[in-house]
């Protein structure tokens, strides 16, 4: 039996392996950067290499026979077939000045094809690292915001991608359960259900409860410092207080949860509040390597905080790592934390997924981690920042009251509103069928309702995901429904609709896939639509290479929409039932699905068989 393939290089980077191959074997006494790049000019790939190599040929002296930038095209050309044991390349041959065009060979990209249908789409081959992720992350009392919508989908989908890649995630809830409104929130709640410890408090509404906390503690003057001592007692560890952190935390933990199980987002939750017992020591540090200094309230010079300006950064605010009053806030615990997990989780890549407001933040503290010299140049640091969520007016997405809409709200309007569509599409084809339709989609006839509201669920869910996705995440962008639920253009639906036709295809074929590749049966591709999806198709391992090094879910969402739209010309141009070329077409197809299905999973969307 055949050794299972596990990764797949690039179709570039199999290219460039060769031009690097013939480049030393041709010029075996000059190093020269070696440039291959997509081709707009008919050819699939170009090697651009001779220019600047005969650039650094001049300089050490001229081989014999060389005399200008096309001399050394010529002979890696040449070379390159030599190094081509594969058979990759149909056509190598030089144009202009000294370029070299390529063009794969069609036998080549179907035996890649192949590869494809029996293994499905394979990640390349990566240096797998260990990965903190840290994404989502709301705050305890509060209502998880649009942003934290924002936050989970992405982190979710640049995980899911690490994931597939090898690479070891941690994913990271860093939820804000620490900080000086816990004191109020404590008290607060000890008042109101003062028998807490032994009934748990019948918190519905946390958002409610923090509104009420925070209006007692502004208005009542005694109220405000028992609600100082209970952060101190927190802080020391007291039992009662702790257990009714405890409780608060418990609430809200209850609702988040909520919205991921509806996202089937999975996080491990380590919260500010983790890293507290680490705060000193870390602290501690920075001063004794000469990071800290003092800064003094201009307007209270009794007042003095420590602060971290770290070299390199170009902002004017600081790190404030001791507050005026001796605590610890937001920047104390992100130094806590991106120590902690350099050392203590050992990860060499660390990414932050929050809104676009906090880059100068995760600036600071990277720069900080660095000139402290935990984060080394393997460390790689990211920041993933984003826009805002609008509403049609363009403004912040808000509820008609002006409140935060509910994320559990808005995740079940999307449902619903779907199962709306289905039913009625159900009913349309209920009547279709009854006046003796042929042809046409009768699919949802079959279907019952609890059914159905799966399909809503998963169409409704993966549509909210996908219109964030897709746009480039540092815009803004609009949230609507019925653009977001419609089932032509780029939405989610869309794919789902493609998908499901696709899988529906290859059923209404008859053919047992699994005896169709056991068969020895290839893909052999002849019409101009066949070549054009699966050259598409195999560009999946690009995309990911891309998706890596942006973090940038939109460039996946983008290349599966352009795989459905050539889908759809393939199926408008070639038979695939019932054609002499049905095997291969079938084939063909086994490939689509299995990468669309991976291509799905990498950003969070389900797959539906039938629609
Ligand atoms: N809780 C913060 C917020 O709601 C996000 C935390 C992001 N992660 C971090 N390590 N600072 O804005």
Not at 530 to 538: N, R
Request: proline content about 4%; charged content about 25%; hydrophobic content about 40%.
């Amino acid at each position: 039996m055949a050794a299972k393939v596990t990764s797949m290089p690039t179709v570039i980077g199999a290219l460039k392996a060769i031009c690097t191959a013939a480049q030393t074997s041709a010029f075996p006494d000059i190093a020269s950067k070696v440039d291959v790049a997509s081709s707009a000019m008919g050819a699939d790939y170009q090697n651009n290499s001779a220019l600047s190599l005969f650039g650094r040929l001049k300089a050490a002296g001229l081989p014999d026979g060389i005399k200008s930038p096309k001399d050394v095209a010529q002979r890696l050309a040449d070379a390159m077939q030599l190094c081509d044991s594969e058979a990759m390349m149909a056509k190598v041959e030089v144009a202009g000045a000294g370029f070299i065009n390529i063009t794969i060979s069609g036998p080549w990209f179907a035996d890649r094809l192949n590869t494809i249908a029996q293994n499905g789409a394979l990640p390349p081959p990566v240096q797998t690292q260990k990965v903190v992720v840290d994404f989502s992350s709301p705050n305890v009392a509060k209502e998880m915001h649009a942003g934290h919508l924002r936050s989970t989908i992405i982190g979710d989908s640049i995980c899911r991608v690490l994931e597939f890649c090898g690479h070891e995630v941690l994913r990271v809830n860093h939820v804000g359960d620490w900080g000086t409104q816990f004191g109020m929130l404590i008290g607060h709640l000890k008042q109101v259900f003062p028998d807490f410890a032994s009934n748990p408090p019948p918190i519905g509404d946390l958002q409610a409860f923090y509104k009420e906390s925070k209006k007692h503690f502004d208005e009542d003057k005694d109220f405000a410092k028992l609600a100082h001592e209970e952060v101190v007692r927190l802080q020391s560890g007291d039992g009662a207080s702790r257990y009714a952190w405890q409780q608060i935390c418990d609430v809200s933990r209850a609702a988040f949860e909520e919205v991921y199980s509806r996202l089937g987002v999975k996080l491990t939750e380590v919260g500010e509040s983790f890293y507290n017992e680490y705060i000193h020591a870390v602290v501690s540090h920075l001063n004794e390597i000469g990071l800290v200094s003092d800064s003094v309230d201009p307007a209270d010079p009794s007042r003095v905080a420590k602060v971290v300006f770290p070299p390199n950064t170009k902002h004017e605010q600081p790190l404030m790592v001791v507050k005026s009053d001796g605590g610890f806030g937001y920047d104390s615990t992100d130094m806590a934390a991106v120590w902690y997990r350099i050392f203590e989780h050992q990860a060499n890549w660390i990414i932050y997924v929050t809104d676009a407001g906090q880059a100068p933040h995760f600036e600071l503290v990277f720069e900080a981690a660095r000139a402290a010299g935990w984060a080394t140049e393997a460390t790689r640091l990211d920041h993933v920042p984003f826009g805002l969520v609008c509403g049609d007016d363009g403004k912040k997405f808000k509820t008609r009251s002006g409140e935060t809409v509910r994320l559990v709200d808005l995740l079940d309007e999307a449902k619903i509103r779907m199962g709306k569509t289905l039913h009625e599409r159900q009913l349309e084809q209920l009547k279709q069928k009854e006046e003796g339709a042929t042809g046409g989609r009768v699919s949802l006839t079959e279907m019952d309702d609890a059914t159905l509201e799966t399909y809503a669920a998963v169409i409704g869910y993966s549509a909210v995901k996908y219109a964030d996705l897709k746009a480039n995440r540092i815009s803004n962008y609009i949230f609507n429904y019925d653009r977001m639920l419609d089932e032509k253009g780029n939405t989610a639906v869309y794919l789902l609709y493609a998908g499901a036709r696709i899988a529906s295809i290859v059923r209404n074929s008859g053919v047992d896939m699994n005896a169709l590749l056991a068969s020895g049966a290839r893909i052999v591709l002849v019409e101009p639509a066949e070549f054009k999806l699966g050259k598409e198709l195999l560009r999946f391992q690009e995309i990911i290479e891309l998706m890596l090094s942006t973090l940038q879910p939109n460039f996946i969402c983008e290349y599966l929409y352009e795989l459905c739209n050539l889908f759809t010309k393939f199926y408008q141009e070639c038979k695939v039932i019932g054609d002499p070329a049905q095997d291969s077409r079938l084939l063909l197809l086994i490939a689509l699905e299995k990468t669309l299905r991976k291509g799905f999973a990498l950003v969070g969307l389900g797959y539906l068989e039938r629609i």
